[in-house]
């Protein structure tokens, strides 16, 4: 970025700041129903009329700004001949065409008995017996007379 970008990205963000105090300072409209139960605006800083004009004047004047500056850093951005992606950051490496044919003795060679014997057959499935279990009792032995 450059410094003059950087400097009109700097003033539009003041004067979006500016923007949003200006507009919380001003009253609403419904601010003026209490001026007649004694909150006049005769003693403010502003005068009788108020701050109303002065605020929306001034409100006016920085959105214009701030629509002028939005102009103008679209302008100064699309100018910009830095690649903008990762993609084109990225030099493509060299490619080495692959050999059209590999050197004899080099090749798998295939079973002779054609495709169906190139699959191996699954292997079975160890069979384990299991072991004897202890009996939990003794054996009894026959009753002797």
Known sequence: MSWVQTLAVVFHVLLAASIIGLVLLQRGKGADAGAGFGSGASGTV???????????????????????????????????T????????????????????PP??????????????ATPEPAPAPTTTPATAPASEPAQQPAQQ
Do not use: C, H, K, N
């Open 46 to 80: 502003f005068g009788a009329r108020g701050s109303g004009s002065f605020l929306s004047r001034t409100t006016a004047i920085l959105a214009t700004l701030f629509f002028l500056t939005s102009l103008g850093l679209s302008y100064l951005f699309s100018q910009s």
């Open 82 to 101: 830095a690649p903008t992606s990762v993609i084109d950051r990225v030099q493509p490496a060299e490619t080495v065409p692959a050999p059209v044919t």
């Open 104 to 117: 004899a003795g080099m090749m798998p060679s295939l079973p002779e008995s054609g495709p169906a014997a």
